[in-house]
């Protein structure tokens, strides 16, 4: 079946230093693959898409890999600060049908 | 401003008493959709709108209704609602013309049944 996994447990990190989330997937051939932020009680708000035939993609502070052999995503954020605190999300598209299939994401949290 | 908008925010309700969530986008977006969002589950889709008049059912359509009568606007209708259906609701929009599915969500709507 397919499925999208992304670590439950919180990450824990101290400003200044580099969060990296991790998304993989399974019997899935997505096209691009898509981030999202999350804060509590708020919608999902976009951050980054890259593309299949993308290896890497930047974006400020941001930057996401994408490895379709290994069928994982990496999602950095360089630099982090206490505001960067939220879930993130990584999200599919299902065989181009204009539908995303989202992982149950993976929160982050920024000590000072 | 771009956005999608919701209401009511917030809802507590009875069970069976019928209710209606409204959602409305402003971007000329053809694409609609509707999530529930549950603690270790993530959001799962209800149902999604292609355009005027197209829907279709997402992965957790039971107990849920929807029309799209009009292309910014799409509500979500909960005939009778249980208990299972409380939960915290987005709507979300996208455009074809983007060809990659990026959504834009609403603020959501926390949804108590009793």
């Known amino acids: 079946s397919q499925k999208i996994e992304q670590n439950s447990e919180a990450l824990n990190i101290q400003e200044g230093k580099t969060a990296t989330l991790t998304c993989n997937y399974t019997?899935?051939?997505?096209?691009?693959l898509q981030w999202y932020r999350q804060d509590p009680g708020r919608g999902p708000v976009f951050l980054l898409l890259i593309r299949e035939n993308e290896k890497e993609k930047r974006k400020e502070r941001l930057k996401v890999t994408f490895d379709t052999t290994l069928k994982q995503s990496l999602f950095h954020i360089t630099a982090s600060q206490p505001a960067d605190s939220a879930t993130y999300l990584c999200?599919?598209?299902?065989?181009?049908?204009?539908?995303?299939?989202f992982g149950s994401g993976t929160r982050l949290l920024v000590r000072p | 401003e771009a956005q999608v908008t919701q209401n009511p925010r917030y809802l507590i309700t009875v069970t069976g008493k019928k209710l209606t969530v409204t959602c409305s986008q402003n971007?000329?977006?053809?694409?609609m959709s509707w999530y529930r969002q549950d603690p270790g589950l993530g959001l799962r889709q209800i149902y999604y709108?292609?355009?005027?008049?197209?829907?279709d059912k997402g992965d957790v359509p039971e107990g849920y209704k929807v029309s799209r009568k009009e292309k910014r606007n799409f509500p979500l209708i909960l005939e009778s609602p249980s208990p299972n259906q409380t939960s915290l609701y987005f709507c979300a929009s996208s455009s074809y013309e983007t060809r990659t599915d990026t959504q834009y969500f609403g603020p959501g709507t926390r949804l108590t049944v009793l």
């Open positions: 709108s292609m355009n005027v008049e197209v829907t």
């Open positions: 999200a599919l598209d299902q065989d181009s049908s204009y539908k995303l299939i």
């Open positions: 019997n899935y051939s997505p096209a691009y």
């Open positions: 971007m000329n977006h053809e694409y």
